[in-house]
């Protein structure tokens, strides 16, 4: 239900420029040719897919996500290469889908999983040999005042500041809704006292596997958030 809620203002959230920018940084790591297959685990609204339709027409992309609110909100998007997506639980899709992918991408997810070191475990499965792992996730100490102070100092113009100014109240709702989102999933996932996720060395042990090359971890989103890239071995 909170998920559904998030959905109302998230594209406020995609909207921002710091977050236009960590999702450039992700179409650029992925590094994709055509032909190729993607997954996006955890696709929102869609965000990341428009910037591939963009970018990367010739790709084929396999967007899965559990909130029904935000896939409704991505499917009304105008997509000139539609992706295909899929209502359901990221590791009920990854335990059924029996295909392959060259890419497996997600944005925000690994924080909310369950049990990331399993959904994890599940991507890399289903990844080729050669394949690409490139996530996203949030730091520990987050703060999105720093990502609305960045956006502000982007803004080109008085008249695009002054936009951005007035998004405030509903970046605010959205900021609010996320914290609970958190607070949520740390309850839910007894998770108070084990941040490994959350940290850059314990997402390098978190996403380290015999059959994968190194992991390789970057800032992104202002640095308040990990881009962490792993390829599968040939």
């Not at 029904?68 to 499917?75: D, Q, V, Y």
């Not at 956006?151 to 609970?180: S, Y």
């Not at 996403?207 to 971890?217: L, N």
Request: glycine fraction near 6%; hydrophobic fraction near 50%; include cysteine.
């Amino acid at each position: 239900m909170l998920w559904n809620l998030y959905a109302a203002c998230f594209d406020l959230v995609a909207g921002l420029a710091p977050y236009r920018d960590m999702i450039d940084e992700v179409v650029t790591a992925l590094d994709l040719r055509p032909g190729m297959r993607v997954l996006d685990a955890g696709c929102g609204t869609g965000a990341l897919e428009a910037r591939l339709a963009a970018r990367h027409p010739a790709v084929e992309v396999v967007a899965v996500d559990a909130s029904p609110a935000m896939l409704a909100r991505a499917r009304r998007r105008s997509w000139s290469v539609r992706p295909c997506f899929v209502a359901d639980d990221i590791d009920d899709f990854l335990t059924r889908e029996g295909g392959r992918f060259d890419r497996v991408v997600s944005v925000n997810l690994i924080w909310a999983l369950s049990e990331p070191r399993r959904t994890i475990e599940r991507m890399a499965d289903r990844l080729r040999e050669g394949g690409r792992m490139v996530h996203a996730t949030p730091r520990w100490r987050f703060r999105f005042d720093v990502i609305v102070v960045r956006h502000l100092r982007q803004a080109r113009g008085a008249r695009a500041f002054l936009r951005a100014l007035g998004l405030l109240p509903a970046l605010a709702v959205a900021g609010l809704l996320n914290l609970v989102l958190v607070l949520r999933v740390l309850a839910r996932n007894h998770a108070w006292r084990d941040r490994s996720r959350w940290r850059s060395d314990g997402l390098a042990r978190l996403f380290s596997r015999p059959d994968c090359g190194p992991v390789v971890i970057h800032p992104t989103y202002a640095g308040q958030a990990f881009l962490v890239t792993c390829d599968k071995n040939a």
